[in-house]
């Protein structure tokens, strides 16, 4: 699969595209700086000890991926939303975005539209699927390619994108939970401000969420 990652060069773009290069799968690495997505590509190659990674501009990196994965600040949401708003329908996005209040980095900004993930699917129309996921993971266990219990929350309105996207969970050695629709973004969204609060109190590396009394059921036996 190429798994496109948008605004991929910070430390969680970067931390989930050595996951999935680790995984063999081909990573495409995008960026407002073309230079910039170039170094970033190079270091995953560097991780995975193969070529799995090319850089490119943001809107090519969304093109050329069978699906795309967020992963900006909040601030530079919107934006980067309308760049690659042609280059992504019909297919699904991961995003990734916590919208994190700049100026009090432990707040969460609450967005007119509910969520980062509900405006996301404003922005760019019924066409695109647009489905959360990997915001309660921090960059620290997958860019060093550590296990970790954590589970991946994944919600959106679309049941099979859902689906698809915890298969991608799955590909790091991770269990990906369905949460059902993008409505439940408002609180897996959140859960990061309170994650970002238990490492600051408790000097940890990097907390994560994890779901108990539940089976590793199959995705058919949990519809």
């Known amino acids: 699969m190429r798994i496109a990652i948008v605004g991929g060069t910070g430390k969680e773009g970067q931390g989930l595209g050595k996951g999935w290069a680790r995984a063999g799968q081909e990573v495409i690495i995008g960026s407002r700086v073309l230079e910039r997505a170039l170094r970033a590509a ?9 070529r799995a990674a090319t850089g490119m501009l943001n809107r090519d990196a969304a093109a050329a991926g069978e699906i795309a994965v967020l992963t900006v600040p909040y601030d530079a949401h919107a934006e980067t939303l309308q760049d690659i708003r042609e ?9 990734v975005t916590v919208p994190v209040d700049p100026e009090k980095p432990l707040r969460l900004r609450i967005p007119p539209g509910g969520s980062a993930t509900e405006e996301a699917q404003f922005l760019l129309g019924p066409g695109t699927r647009v489905v959360t996921a990997f915001q309660n993971i921090s960059h620290t266990h997958l860019a060093h390619g550590e296990t970790t219990a954590c589970d991946i929350l994944v919600c959106g309105d679309d049941a099979d994108a859902r689906q698809d996207v915890i298969k991608l969970a799955g590909m790091l050695g991770l269990r990906g939970l ?21 490492n600051r109190r408790y000097k940890a590396r990097g907390a994560g969420i994890r779901i108990t009394g539940i089976p590793n059921a199959t995705a058919d036996e949990r519809k």
Do not use: C, Y
Not at 42 to 50: P, Q, T, V
Not at 87 to 95: H, N, P
């Open 42 to 50: 190079e270091a995953i190659n560097a991780a995975a000890g193969r």
């Open 178 to 198: 369905d949460v059902g629709p993008a409505r439940n973004a408002r609180v897996v969204e959140g859960l990061t401000i309170l994650l970002m609060e238990i």
């Open 87 to 95: 280059a992504v329908r019909g297919k699904i996005l991961v995003d």
